[in-house]
C-alpha cells in the first residue's frame, strides 16, 4: 500500500486508488502518516483533528474513526488481492500512549522525497550533476500544495513547514545548476518563482547572480531595485547585507562567484564547507503561555538588517523558564538564519558546577564552523577575535543561555549583523546594549494551563480547584509546576489531590518539587552562593536568611534595617544586592518580599 501527501491525499494498492471519502478519517490517516512508523499519542490526535474545541466525547469519536479507517483500509485492500481480509496485514497498529501507522519508507512520497534530498545535499559538492539530478526526482514527487483537500485545524499549520522544505530544496538545486554555469535555463525558472514568492532573498540573489553571468547586468540591477522598493515601502527596511554586497559586485562590473569560470579557491571552499551548526536543545512540546514575550524576543531577533548587531537579554528569577522561552523562539526563527544556530549552556546557574570559560566555548564554536583543521586558541582574546572574523557577514543566531555575568558572554558576542544573538541569565546584563526583557512567574491560568497540558487532560478532568492550588504551591513557576507534572508521572497510582496535600506541608515542599534535573532549589542555592562571593555579599546573604525566618511577605527599608541591626543606608545597599540576585522582588506599593518558594529556601537556610 502506498500513500502520498506531497498534494492532495492519495492512498494506492497494487496501482487501483483507495478512496478516503469520510473527511475525518481523511484528516486521521493525515495525522498518522505525518509521523509515519512512529507512535502517535490519543491527545495529539485529538489536538490535530479538532484543535482548541474537541467535542467532550474526543476520545470515543477517535476510536470510532479509527476503526472504521482500518476497516476501509482493509476492506479495499482485499478488494486488490485475491486473499481474504482476514489474513490482509493491517498498517494502523494500537500502541499505547495513541497508534501508530506502520509502513515501509520507500512507500510515503514524504519519505521518499527526503531520502532523495538527502542524497542530493551529500552530492551537491563533488558530483554536482548527480545531485542535480536527485534534486529533480525530489521536487518532482511533489503534485501541489501539501494535504490540500484534508480539512483540520491542527494539520493546516504544519502545512507550512512541508511547503518550506520544498522551496529550500528548489533553490538548492537551482543553486547547484548555477554553480554548472547553467543560466540561461535558470533565468526563467527563478522569474517564475520570484513572481510566487517576492519575499524570498535567496530566490532573488539566485536570480540577480544568473542575470549578472548571463551579461544582463542592466535586469540585475533592476531585479535588486524592484526587491529594495518593495521592502522598504511595505517593512521600511533594507535588503541584507549578502544582497547588498552582491548588488554591489554588479555595480562595480567584478564577475559573479562561479566555479566554472576562475575562482578554484572557492569551490574547493565550497566542497569542504562544513555543514551549517544546528545545535539547539529540543524545543518543548508542552511550552505555553508568554505569548507577548515571545511576539516581542521574535521581533527583536528579527531585526537583522539594522547597522548594529541584535543583542536581546532575558533575565528574571530562577525558575521563570528564561532558556525554555529562548529555545522555543529560536526553533520559530531557526530558517531565518541559514548559516546555522550556535548554543551554549554557560552554566552560570548551576550550584555543582563551575561556569563554562569563554575560551572553551569558542575553541568548540571555531571548530564547527571553520572546514580548515585549526588550532586551539590558548588566549580568549585571540580566539574571540577569530571567531568574530569567522562569522563576520553569516546569518548566524546565537543563543548564551545560563550566563554567569557580562566577562562572560562579552567575548562570545559576534561584532555586527545579520548575526543575532539571545543571552539567558539571573542578572540584568545592564552594561550591555542589549534589549532587556524581565521574566517573571505566569499568571494563574497560564500556570494551569501548562499543568494541565504536562499531566494530561484526562488525569486533570475534574480537578480545576486542585490543578489551582497545585500551581499556587509552586509559585506559579514554570520549572516547579513541571518538577510537580514529573512527579505525577513517576507515580501514576497518585491523583492531584495526593499532590496538593504534599505540597500543601511547606516544610518538605521544595523536597516534593525536585525530579532529576528539575530542581528549583539547587538553581536557588546557585543564586545564593553566587551573591555570596560579591563584595558585600556575605552581609546580604546574612540578611536574607533573616528574612526567611519572619513572617511579613512584604517588608519596607525600616523593617530590614531594623532586622539586620544596619543603617537604613546600609540596608537599602545590602537590600540592592538580593534585589540584583533575584532574591528579593519589589512590589507594585513600593515594600519588597521574597516569592513563596523563595521565602521557603531562606528558611531552610
Known amino acids: 500500500m502506498d500513500f502520498a501527501i506531497l498534494g492532495p491525499l492519495l492512498v494506492r494498492a497494487n496501482g487501483q486508488v483507495i478512496p478516503i471519502t469520510a473527511p475525518r478519517q481523511r484528516a486521521l490517516l493525515a ?65 499505547t500512549p495513541g497508534y501508530v501507522l506502520q509502513t515501509e519508507p520507500q512507500a510515503l512520497d514524504l519519505s521518499r522525497f527526503e531520502t532523495l534530498l538527502a542524497a542530493a545535499r551529500s552530492r551537491a559538492s563533488e558530483e554536482p550533476e548527480q545531485a542535480l539530478d536527485l534534486f529533480d526526482q525530489a521536487i518532482a514527487l511533489w503534485r501541489g500544495a501539501p494535504l490540500a483537500d484534508v480539512q483540520a485545524p491542527g494539520l493546516r499549520e504544519i502545512v507550512p513547514a512541508l511547503e518550506e522544505q520544498r522551496l529550500s530544496a528548489i533553490e538548492e538545486r537551482i543553486q547547484v545548476r548555477l554553480d554548472l554555469g547553467g543560466y540561461a535555463a535558470a533565468i526563467s525558472e527563478l522569474r517564475l518563482l520570484v513572481s510566487e514568492h517576492p519575499w524570498r532573498e535567496r530566490l532573488r540573489g539566485q536570480l540577480m547572480h544568473a542575470l549578472h553571468a548571463a551579461g544582463r547586468v542592466v535586469e540585475a540591477q ?6 529594495r522598493q518593495r521592502v522598504a515601502a511595505d517593512l521600511g527596511i533594507e535588503p541584507s547585507a549578502n ?20 575562482d578554484r579557491n572557492r569551490a574547493v571552499a565550497r566542497s569542504c564547507r562544513l555543514p551549517a551548526p544546528a545545535e539547539l536543545p529540543m524545543d518543548s512540546a508542552a511550552f505555553t503561555g508568554r505569548a507577548e514575550p515571545a511576539r516581542l524576543l521574535a521581533a527583536e531577533l528579527g531585526r537583522t538588517h539594522t547597522q548594529h548587531i541584535v543583542l536581546t537579554a532575558i533575565h528574571g528569577p530562577a ?31 548551576e550550584a555543582n558546577h563551575a561556569p563554562q570559560r569563554p575560551l572553551d566555548v569558542l575553541n568548540r564554536w571555531i571548530g564547527a564552523l571553520d572546514p580548515r583543521p585549526s588550532r586551539m586558541f590558548a588566549d580568549r582574546y585571540e580566539a574571540a577575535a577569530y571567531f568574530r572574523s569567522l562569522v563576520a557577514g553569516r546569518r548566524l543566531l546565537v543563543v548564551l543561555d545560563n550566563a ?28 550591555l546594549d542589549t534589549v532587556r526583557m524581565r521574566l517573571d512567574r505566569l499568571d494563574e491560568g497560564e500556570a494551569i494551563e501548562l499543568l494541565i497540558r504536562l499531566v494530561g487532560k484526562e488525569r486533570a478532568v475534574g480537578a480545576p480547584s486542585t490543578a489551582g492550588r497545585i500551581v499556587a504551591c509552586c509559585g506559579y513557576l514554570p520549572l516547579a509546576i513541571r518538577a510537580a507534572a514529573a512527579r505525577l508521572a513517576a507515580r501514576p497510582d497518585e491523583s492531584l489531590d495526593d499532590l496538593a496535600e504534599q505540597l500543601a506541608d511547606e516544610r518538605h515542599r521544595l523536597d516534593v518539587l525536585h525530579q532529576d534535573d528539575l530542581d528549583l532549589r539547587s538553581r536557588l542555592q546557585a543564586s545564593y552562593e553566587q551573591l555570596r562571593r560579591q563584595p558585600g555579599g556575605q552581609a546580604a546573604a546574612r540578611l536574607f536568611r533573616l528574612l ?58
Request: with cysteine.
Open 31 to 95: 495525522a498518522l502518516l505525518l509521523q509515519a512508523n512512529q507512535v502517535v499519542s490519543v491527545e495529539r490526535l485529538i489536538d490535530q483533528l479538532w484543535g482548541n474545541a474537541p467535542p467532550a466525547s474526543a476520545r470515543v469519536t477517535l476510536h470510532n474513526h479509527v476503526r472504521r479507517l482500518r476497516r476501509v483500509l482493509r476492506d479495499r485492500l482485499a478488494e486488490t488481492r485475491s486473499q481474504p481480509p482476514a489474513v490482509q496485514a493491517q498498517p494502523i497498529v494500537t500502541q
Open 548 to 605: 526567611g525566618a519572619v513572617e511579613p511577605a512584604a517588608f519596607d527599608l525600616r523593617d530590614v534595617a531594623d532586622l539586620a541591626g544596619v543603617p537604613v543606608a546600609q540596608a537599602a545597599h545590602l537590600l540592592g544586592l538580593l534585589r540584583d540576585a533575584e532574591l528579593v522582588q519589589r512590589r507594585p506599593d513600593g515594600r519588597c518580599g521574597l516569592s513563596v518558594l523563595v521565602r521557603l529556601f531562606a528558611r531552610d537556610l
Open 404 to 431: 554567569n555575568d557580562v566577562d562572560q558572554v562579552r567575548p562570545l558576542i559576534p561584532a555586527r549583523p545579520p548575526t543575532a544573538v539571545v543571552i539567558t541569565s539571573r542578572q540584568s546584563m545592564c552594561t
Open 319 to 349: 525558575g521563570t523558564g528564561k532558556s525554555t522561552l529562548a529555545v522555543h523562539v529560536a526553533h520559530e526563527l531557526a530558517t531565518r538564519f541559514p548559516d546555522g544556530q550556535l548554543y551554549v549552556d554557560l552554566r552560570g546557574t
Open 243 to 262: 544582497l547588498q554586497q552582491m548588488h554591489g559586485r554588479i555595480l562595480t562590473g567584478e564577475p559573479p562567484d562561479s566555479p566554472r569560470r576562475g
Open 222 to 227: 533592476a531585479a535588486y531595485q524592484d526587491f
